[in-house]
C-alpha cells in the first residue's frame, strides 16, 4: 500500500531553517511527483512547490522562491523540503503528498514546524 | 497566483444537498481541466475528493460530484450525512506545474 511517512516535529528559532523528510513506499518513486502543502494553525492549505520523481524537476509557489528548496533522494524514494529564514508566520503543518498528474492522491501524516524564540 | 475564492461556509441537514463552489481567474481553474476537491476532518489529514474536476477516486462515494462552469468548479454533495461535516478545499492547476487551494469551506450538517 502506498505510503508517505514524514519526519517528526520540530521547534526552530526565527531565523534558523528546517528541513523536513518524506519517506515514500509502496509504489514506483520515479514515476510520481511529489507536492509539499502546508497549513498554519487554523488556516487553510496553501501549496509550496512540487518535485518530479522522475528527473528531479522542480516549481516553487512565488511566495517562497529563493526560501524553498525541494529535493529527493531517489536511492531511498525519500523526498526532502527545506525552509529557510523562518519567521513566526511559518508555525504551521507540513504535508508530503504524492502527486498523480495534477492532483494529490497520498498524502504524508504532516509534520508540524514551530518557530519561536 | 491569488487563492481561488470559496464560501467560508455552507450547511444542509442530513439527506439534503449541498454545492460549494471555487471561482478562479482566468489563468487558474478555467484554463485547465486539473482541478481537485480535499476533504479534511478537524486534525486529519487531507483526502482526495474529486480529481481532474469530476473523476473520483474509488472509495469515494458517489455522493460527492464535481462540476465545472466557466472559471467555476463546483463540489456538490447529495445524501449528506453527519460524517460529511468537514472542511472542503478545491485545488486547481495554476500553469507552470504550480497549483493554488481555494481558501476552503466549511460544511455544517445540522
Known amino acids: 500500500q502506498v505510503q508517505l511517512v514524514q519526519s517528526g516535529a520540530e521547534v526552530k528559532k526565527p531565523g534558523a531553517s528546517v528541513k523536513v523528510s518524506c519517506k515514500a513506499s509502496g509504489y514506483t518513486f520515479k514515476n510520481y511527483g511529489i507536492t509539499w502543502v502546508r497549513q498554519a494553525p487554523g488556516q487553510g492549505l496553501e501549496w509550496m512547490g512540487w518535485?518530479?520523481?522522475?528527473?528531479?524537476?522542480?516549481n516553487y509557489a512565488q511566495k517562497f522562491q529563493g526560501r524553498v528548496t525541494v529535493s529527493t533522494d531517489r536511492s531511498t524514494s525519500t523526498a526532502y523540503m527545506e525552509l529557510r529564514s523562518l519567521t513566526s508566520d511559518d508555525t504551521a503543518v507540513y504535508y508530503c503528498?504524492?502527486?498523480?498528474?495534477?492532483?494529490?492522491?497520498?498524502w504524508g501524516q504532516g509534520a508540524l514546524v514551530t518557530v519561536s524564540s | 497566483q491569488s487563492a481561488l475564492t470559496q464560501p467560508r461556509s455552507v450547511s444542509g441537514s442530513p439527506g439534503q444537498s449541498v454545492t460549494i463552489s471555487c471561482t478562479g481567474t482566468s489563468s487558474d481553474a478555467s484554463d485547465y481541466n486539473y482541478v481537485s476537491w480535499y476533504q479534511q476532518h478537524p486534525g486529519e489529514v487531507p483526502k482526495l475528493m474529486i480529481y481532474d474536476v469530476t473523476k473520483r477516486p474509488s472509495g469515494v462515494p458517489d455522493r460527492f460530484s464535481g462540476a465545472m462552469s466557466d472559471n467555476t468548479a463546483f463540489l456538490a454533495i447529495s445524501g449528506l450525512q453527519a460524517e460529511d461535516e468537514a472542511d472542503y478545499y478545491c485545488c486547481s492547476y495554476a500553469g507552470r506545474y504550480t497549483w493554488v487551494f481555494g481558501g476552503g469551506t466549511k460544511l455544517t450538517v445540522l
Open positions: 518535485i518530479s520523481g522522475y528527473n528531479g524537476k522542480t
Open positions: 503528498a504524492r502527486e498523480d498528474r495534477m492532483f494529490a492522491d497520498y
